[in-house]
Structures are given as structure tokens and as C-alpha cells.
């Protein structure tokens, strides 16, 4: 069984930067593809980013150079960087995982695991 377990989240400044991770338990995380979506309780969930199991990158275009994505496979640890965060950035961030090799895809259909969340809030 797939497990994720997310950290990192937290308040900052418009302006500042996080850095999200997720953790990966119980598969081989190098043969996972990987992606972090966010929630609000106005918008439904979202794809923020994704890295397929080889390394390609796949960024939502209201991220696009602010946010990095990318994997140690050692460690088997999914990250996030986030800077130049605005208000609008505010939402439960969620680590997703799935077993198709060489997926980026950003929706949500194309994901079978999902950690619990952790919070980012960006105040103006």
C-alpha cells in the first residue's frame, strides 16, 4: 500500500517561499509518477505540478517560475519549492502518486494515492 505523508506547509508573506515534501512509503518511489495539487473551499482540486518517473516536468500556468518541483529517489522524498508566493497561492497542498510510468499529467483522474494535505497560507 502507497502512503504519503506531506510537511512544510505554513504562513508566509506575500512575496515569500516554502518548501513543501512529501514522503513515500511502502512502492518503488523511483518507478512512481508524482505530482502536488491544491484544494480551497472555493475551488475544486487542482494540479499545481507533476514529474514523471524519469524526470519531466510539468508546471500549471499560474506557477509557472515561481514553484519547482523535483524528487530525490534516494530519499524517496517528492518536493515543492515555492517562492514568490501570492494570496492567491493559499490552499491545502496534496502530494499524489500513481504507478504510470512517465505520466505529467495535472489532473486528478490520473493519480491513485493521496497524502492528507498540509496548509500554506500567504498573507497580503
Known amino acids: 500500500q502507497v502512503r504519503l505523508v506531506e510537511s512544510g506547509g505554513g504562513s508566509v508573506q506575500a512575496g515569500g517561499s516554502l518548501r513543501l515534501s512529501c514522503v513515500v512509503f511502502?512502492?518503488?518511489?523511483?518507478?512512481?509518477?508524482m505530482g502536488w495539487f491544491r484544494q480551497t473551499s472555493e475551488k475544486a482540486r487542482e494540479g499545481v505540478a507533476s514529474?514523471?518517473?524519469?524526470?519531466?516536468?510539468t508546471y500549471a500556468d499560474s506557477v509557472k517560475g515561481r514553484f519547482t518541483i523535483s524528487r530525490d529517489n534516494s530519499k524517496r522524498i517528492l518536493y515543492l519549492q515555492m517562492d514568490s508566493l501570492k494570496p492567491e497561492d493559499t490552499a491545502m497542498y496534496y502530494c499524489?502518486?500513481?504507478?504510470?510510468?512517465?505520466?505529467?499529467?495535472?489532473?486528478?483522474?490520473?493519480?491513485?494515492?493521496w497524502g492528507q494535505g498540509t496548509q500554506v497560507t500567504v498573507s497580503s
Open positions: 511502502g512502492y518503488t518511489f523511483s518507478s512512481l509518477s
Open positions: 499524489a502518486a500513481t504507478r504510470a510510468v512517465g505520466t505529467t499529467t495535472l489532473a486528478r483522474w490520473g493519480f491513485d494515492y
Open positions: 514529474i514523471s518517473s524519469g524526470g519531466a516536468e
